[in-house]
C-alpha cells in the first residue's frame, strides 16, 4: 500500500464542514468535556478512544439521552468479552425512537414503498399511535420483559411497529425475511423460543406474489412456546382460525407505556449467516444500540430531522435494524419492499428521486450491476436531494467510486461503510468533514479504536493487517443466546488476540487515517507466505463485461503445495474461450500481480451466496477439500443450495 498521498475523489466544502454536526459536537465537547478544539476529525477520534468515558457520556448529553434513573459511571468494566455500560441506568430505546412525534406529530416518521414505487407516508403521531395500542396488547397477552417476540415480515410499516411495540414492553425482538425458508427461520428462532410470532400471508417480489401461508403454519407448529400468532394480510387473505388480527391490534388510541429497561437489557436478536453450523444468536442491549446509533447516524452519517433516509434492505440483514434506528435522529426512513431491481436495473434510483432521500443506502454489488448495465442515476432521475451516497455488504471497488462521481454527481459524499450484524454498526465509513479516496473508507468511527495488527500483534500501517477492536464498543453483544458459559462468544472473536476483538477482516489503515477492506482473513489467500484479500480480485475480474461474478478459494493440498482456483459465472451468451481466460488473467496480473493470477480458471452455473447476499468463501473451501456437503455448510444458509452440488462434483472427480 503507498503512502503517497492521491488526489481525493471528493472533497467537503467550508460550509458542509461548519454544518456538519460532527463539527458542532466537537467544537461543544472541547468546552463542555474538554474534547480537542482544533486538529478536526483525526484529534477528535484520538481523543474518543483515549478517552471512552469522557466520550460516551458526551454522547449521551449532546443527544439528550433520557435516563429514568442515574448510571454510576460510564463504564464499570472495560474487559473484552464483559464490559460494563452504565451501571445503574435505565431508559428505554422506543421512548427515544418515538420522541419526534412530540413537535412533529404531522411530518412522516416513515414512507413505505412498494414494487409500485408510490410513497405512501405513515405520520409520527400515527407511529406513535400504533406502538401504544400494539404494546398494551402484547402486554394483555402476558408478554413481560424479557420475553422474545419474532417477526417473519418484509419491510413494511408494520414490521417497524412491532419492534418498537416489543421494545416499549421490555421484550426481545427477532426477525427473518419471508424469501427465508421455514428451515432457516427455524434455525434462529428455535434457537430463543419466542412467545409471539407477527407474520405475513406472502409477500411481492419481481413482480410476482409468494403464498407464504405453508410456511407460517410449519412455523406455529415447530414453536412450541408461541402464545399468540399475529397475522398480516399483506396479500388480503383470512386469518386462520386461531390467528389474531394485526388491524385489531393496532386500532386503539393509547399512550404508549415504554418500560424502564436497565441499559443492559437485550433489545434484540441478531443472527450470524450460520453457513457452517447453526446461525450465532448475537444479543445487543437496548442502551448500548441506542448510543451506538445515535452517534453513528447523527454524526457520522449527519442525519437529523431534515432528512429521509434510504437504505436498501430486508428484516433479515442487520441494515433494517440500522435503518429504523434513523427513527432515534428524528429522520423520516423509507421501507421499501420489494426487488432491488424491478421492473428495471435502475429501481433504486427512482426510489431514492420519489421519496427525496437525503442519504441512500446500497450494497457495492448493486452499484456495480448499474454500471455494467450502463444505468444513468443522474440523466433519468432527480437526485439533487441526494447528499451521500453509501455502501456496504462488500468493499465498493475503485470503479465504484469513480462511477457515482461520474454518473450521479461530482459533488456527491461517497461513504464505502464496513462493520458487522455483530456490533449491529460500523467499524469505519462515513465521515461527513473527510475527503473520499478511491477504494478506502475515510475513517474509523468515533469511540471505536481500529487497528490493523499483524500476527505477533502488533499494529501496522500502509500494510494488510486483521482488523481488530481494542476498546469495547457499546453495542458488541452482551452475549450469545445459548450460551451459557461465553464460550462460543469468546472463541468467535477473542480467541486470537486475548481481550482484543478480531473481526476476522483483512485491513489496511493507511498513514492518511483512511481505511481500506481486503476480504475475510478466515478465508485468506496466502500464497508463498504473502496473504491476499479476495476482495481485490473480486474487483479487478469483475470489471470484465462478459463476468456476471467470481469466487476465489485457496486451499492447502495435503502434498504441502497450494492450489487457487477462480469460479467464474458468465454473462449469458459468452463463452470462456482461451481469449477470455488469458483476458483474465492479464487483467489480474496488470492490475494486482503475479501472484494473483489463480492455478485455474472454471466456469460454474452460478456462485453461491448466504441468505443475505454474501458470497460463501469457507463453505466451498471445505467442499473443495472433500468435506461431506452436509457437514461443510448449514443447507437453510445458503440462497441456493443446488449450487454446491458443482464444487461437490468437482472435489469428487479431483480426488
Keep these: 500500500m503507498s503512502t503517497v498521498n492521491p488526489q481525493p475523489l471528493w472533497q467537503p466544502d467550508p460550509e458542509r464542514i461548519a454544518q456538519a454536526q460532527v463539527t458542532k459536537f466537537q467544537a461543544w465537547a472541547a468546552e463542555q468535556h474538554g474534547a480537542p478544539a482544533e486538529g478536526g476529525y483525526a484529534a477528535l477520534h484520538r481523543w474518543s478512544v483515549d478517552e471512552l468515558d469522557t466520550f460516551w457520556e458526551a454522547v449521551t448529553r449532546w443527544f439528550d439521552v433520557r435516563f429514568s434513573t442515574p448510571y454510576a459511571r460510564v463504564l464499570g468494566d472495560r474487559s473484552m468479552p ?3 455500560w452504565f451501571p445503574g441506568a435505565t431508559l428505554n430505546y422506543a421512548e427515544h425512537a418515538l420522541r419526534a412525534a412530540a413537535t412533529r406529530a404531522d411530518e412522516p416518521a416513515l414512507l413505505y414503498v412498494d414494487e409500485t414505487h408510490e410513497p405512501h407516508p405513515v405520520t409520527w403521531a400515527e407511529l406513535r399511535r400504533q ?6 396488547e402484547l402486554r394483555a397477552l402476558g408478554v413481560r420483559p424479557g420475553d422474545r417476540v419474532s417477526g417473519y415480515l418484509p419491510n413494511i410499516p408494520q414490521a417497524v411497529v412491532a419492534l418498537l411495540a416489543t421494545a416499549a414492553v421490555g ?12 428451515r432457516s427461520v427455524l434455525d434462529r428462532f428455535q434457537q430463543v423460543e419466542p412467545v409471539v410470532l407477527f407474520a405475513v400471508d406472502g409477500y411481492r417480489y419481481g413482480g410476482k406474489e409468494h403464498d407464504r401461508r405453508d410456511i407460517v403454519a410449519e412455523l406455529r407448529h415447530e414453536l412450541p412456546t408461541l402464545r399468540a400468532v399475529v397475522h398480516i394480510p399483506l396479500l388480503g387473505t383470512e386469518p386462520p382460525a386461531d390467528a389474531l388480527d394485526w388491524s385489531a391490534l393496532t386500532s386503539a388510541d393509547v399512550e ?11 433489545l434484540w436478536v441478531l443472527y450470524s449467516s450460520g453457513t457452517t453450523g447453526l446461525p450465532k444468536a448475537i444479543v445487543q442491549s437496548q442502551g448500548g444500540i441506542l448510543i451506538e446509533h445515535l452517534k453513528q447516524l447523527g454524526l457520522h452519517c449527519d442525519l437529523g430531522p431534515e432528512d429521509r433516509f434510504f437504505w436498501y434492505t430486508s428484516t433479515g440483514w442487520m441494515m433494517w435494524n440500522f435503518l429504523v434506528s434513523g427513527l432515534l435522529t428524528g429522520t423520516t426512513i423509507v421501507l421499501y419492499d420489494g426487488s432491488p431491481g424491478f421492473p428495471d436495473t435502475a429501481a433504486q434510483w427512482r426510489i431514492a428521486e420519489r421519496t427525496g432521500a437525503t442519504l441512500y443506502g446500497t450494497s457495492a454489488a448493486y452499484v456495480m450491476a448499474c454500471r455494467k448495465a450502463g444505468v444513468h442515476p443522474a440523466r433519468d432521475f432527480d437526485l439533487s ?7 456496504t455488504g462488500s468493499p465498493l471497488p475503485p470503479d465504484g467510486f469513480r462511477w457515482l462521481h461520474d454518473e450521479v454527481r461530482e459533488d456527491l459524499w461517497m461513504a464505502s461503510v464496513s462493520g458487522g450484524t455483530d456490533v449491529c454498526s460500523c467499524f469505519a465509513g462515513a465521515v461527513p468533514t473527510l475527503p473520499v479516496y478511491i477504494g478506502e473508507l475515510q475513517a474509523p468511527g468515533l469511540g471505536t479504536d481500529l487497528q490493523s495488527w499483524d500476527p505477533a500483534g502488533k499494529p501496522v500501517t500502509d500494510e494488510v493487517g486483521e482488523l481488530v477492536v481494542t476498546n469495547p464498543m457499546p453495542s458488541m453483544p452482551i452475549r450469545f443466546w445459548n450460551d451459557p458459559d461465553g464460550s462460543r462468544y469468546h472463541d468467535s472473536y477473542f480467541d486470537t488476540y486475548p481481550g482484543v476483538w478480531r473481526h476476522g477482516d483483512w485491513i489496511t489503515v493507511t498513514s ?5 477492506i481486503h476480504g475475510r482473513s478466515d478465508s485468506t489467500l496466502n500464497r508463498q507466505g504473502v496473504r491476499m484479500g479476495s476482495a481485490d480480485i473480486y474487483e479487478a475480474v469483475e470489471r470484465i463485461p462478459e463476468i456476471r461474478e467470481s469466487l476465489v478459494i485457496g486451499i492447502e493440498q495435503p502434498d504441502g503445495g497450494y492450489w487457487m482456483p477462480l469460479f467464474v459465472h458468465l454473462v449469458p451468451g459468452t463463452a470462456l474461450d482461451d481469449t477470455l ?5 492479464q487483467t489480474i496480473r496488470e492490475q494486482l500481480s503475479p501472484r494473483h493470477v489463480p492455478d485455474e480458471i472454471i466456469e460454474v ?10 458470497r460463501i468463501e469457507v463453505p466451498v473451501k471445505r467442499l473443495l477439500q472433500g468435506t461431506p456437503l452436509e457437514k461443510a455448510v448449514n443447507p437453510g444458509s445458503i440462497d441456493n443450495l443446488d449450487l454446491l452440488h458443482f464444487y461437490e462434483d468437482l472435489a469428487r472427480k479431483r480426488a
Design 82 to 84: 464483559g464490559a460494563q
Design 131 to 136: 406502538v401504544g395500542s400494539l404494546a398494551a
Design 171 to 182: 421484550g426481545v425482538w427477532t426477525s427473518c425475511a419471508p424469501d427465508f425458508g421455514a
Design 256 to 266: 404508549p407505556v415504554f418500560e424502564q429497561v436497565a441499559f443492559d437489557h437485550p
Design 385 to 391: 436531494k441526494v447528499q451521500c451516497v453509501a455502501t
Design 512 to 516: 492518511r487515517g483512511s481505511v481500506v
Design 581 to 585: 481466460l488469458a483476458r483474465i488473467k
Design 605 to 614: 452455473p452460478g456462485i453461491p451466496h448466504t441468505l443475505t447476499g454474501k
